[in-house]
């Protein structure tokens, strides 16, 4: 008995010439070869679109693949445009208001001219202008001896840490307006709010002492009640750096100080 050979399907793909009807190029393949063919065509794409997406800037359009300094090039960039904008309806209520006036076109009530347009909110990404930079400059000169009002606005920016990480009670700086005195246990150690430079260590009646130092945007910090100083004038400390200790009795005292305004330091730093 022989045996019965079943033949497999084919498939055959023929071009063919209009005008003469000869076979001009004929592909034969059986289910096997068609799968696999498909497959490697399938696998040769998604090869070349990989290269494509990996080797060419077209792999910026990609979520997640844009480098650090695009990514912060387009925010710079969109709220440049969006200042812009704010700056041109601005400029757009103006000469509105200007066309208005010539036109003897004033509404009784002028509070209908288009004041509206020029309210904006600050955007708190932007840094500050020059007009704020100088607004500050004027009134500091104008409110010589009252100058509280600066301080949130020069501290922006600044976080400024705990002078113990200790702290049981906080009380009254006998004597010192806006000072503040701590009970934080013998010998607590006591920290630099932020960085600066040592202005001066000083020695009291009582034999405690008292390290002073200089932050930046005018900010000043001073540390009392130390029973013991490891920094010394001129030293420039980084913010968390111990500069000493409490003494026996496990008090300190802070002050925290803006262009020789006393401020309350719990209005800066959450003890």
Known sequence: MGKNYKNPARYRLDFIKENTFNRVWSLRMTRTRVIVVTAAVIASGAALLWCIMAY??????LPGALRGNLRNQYLETALKLDSLEQ???INNAYIANIVAIMKDDIPEDS?????????????SLLTASEAEHQFVREYESEERFN???LAPIAAEGMVFGTPTASVNEIGELPGIQGGILMSAGR?????????????GVYTAADGSSTVTIQ???????????LGEVFVSKGKKVAAGQRIGHAGADGKLGFELWHNGTALDPRDYISF
């Open 87 to 89: 700056a041109a309806r």
């Open 111 to 123: 509070a209908k001219l288009r004041l509206s347009e020029t309210i904006y909110n600050a955007d």
């Open 56 to 61: 060419t800037p077209m792999r910026q359009l």
């Open 187 to 199: 010998a607590a150690p006591a920290t630099t709010v932020y960085r600066g430079t040592v202005l």
């Open 215 to 225: 932050h930046p945007n005018d900010f000043v910090s001073i540390y009392s009640h």
């Open 147 to 149: 100058l509280s009002v």
